[in-house]
């Protein structure tokens, strides 16, 4: 099993810049989750989809990010412009709805707003 | 709503036994889990408690009172490797399956 492949690791691009960042799931889950990680604020959940749905995008912070899941292999989280307060790390997770808490974590994304 | 608190570092000495608490405030939820992250990497899952009581997983338990309010994760025979951030997270009974999660305990074990 390949676990949860997100892409690209590292990213670094200036302020008012488009960012799009992609997440390929586990085969055969069907909850995907973004979240976002900095030492001041922590882990904070951006947004969930269970079947390819948004459920829940409260954690979105404005309307410069967006989120979307065309297919049940593949996400994305866009941000558009970017601005520096939105450098953290990005993670994308994703389990099963029957799984209940456990969710697998993708290597994270490193996004760096100069 | 829902709030963890855990303590933000603990401190303990190789081979010995460490206990990591969590506090809770939520309204109602369906267990409380553990996960763990090093430096650099992702959180990776630990444990999972729906009832009270404690679980074993080799080294590591993890307890519930929900009575309480309270969780703890238990470490023992700590091994260097073990040094890494420690989070508690709670799933609401808002039949959603988004986690909560607490701040995090950094936990260093030295020699």
């Known amino acids: 099993d390949a676990g949860v492949i997100q892409s690209p690791r590292h990213e670094v691009t200036e302020m008012g810049q488009e960012v799009t960042l992609r997440c390929k799931p586990i085969s055969g889950h069907n909850s995907l989750f973004w979240y976002r990680q900095t030492m001041m604020r922590g882990l904070e959940l951006l947004i969930y989809f269970n079947n390819n749905v948004p459920i829940d995008d409260s954690g979105m912070p404005e309307d410069r990010f967006s989120a979307k899941m065309p297919n049940a292999s593949f996400s994305t989280l866009k941000i558009q412009p970017s601005e520096p307060r939105d450098s953290a790390v990005y993670f994308c997770?994703?389990?099963?709805?029957?799984?209940?808490?456990?969710?697998?974590f993708g290597p994270g994304t490193r996004l760096t707003v100069l | 709503g829902q709030s963890l608190e855990q303590p933000s570092e603990v401190t303990a000495v190789e081979g010995a036994i460490v206990q990591i608490n969590c506090t809770y405030q939520?309204?109602?939820?369906?267990?409380l889990s553990w996960y763990q992250q090093h430096d650099g990497g992702a959180p990776t899952f630990l444990s999972y408690n729906g009832l009270d009581g404690l679980e074993e997983t080799g080294r590591f338990s993890s307890f519930l009172s929900r009575s309480d309010s309270y969780g703890y994760l238990l470490l023992q025979e700590l091994q260097m490797k073990d040094s890494a951030s420690y989070f508690c997270a709670v799933r609401g009974m808002d039949s959603s399956y988004k986690l909560i999660f607490g701040s995090g305990t950094r936990l260093l074990v030295r020699p």
């Open positions: 939520t309204s109602g939820f369906y267990g």
């Open positions: 997770a994703s389990g099963t709805s029957g799984g209940g808490d456990t969710q697998y």
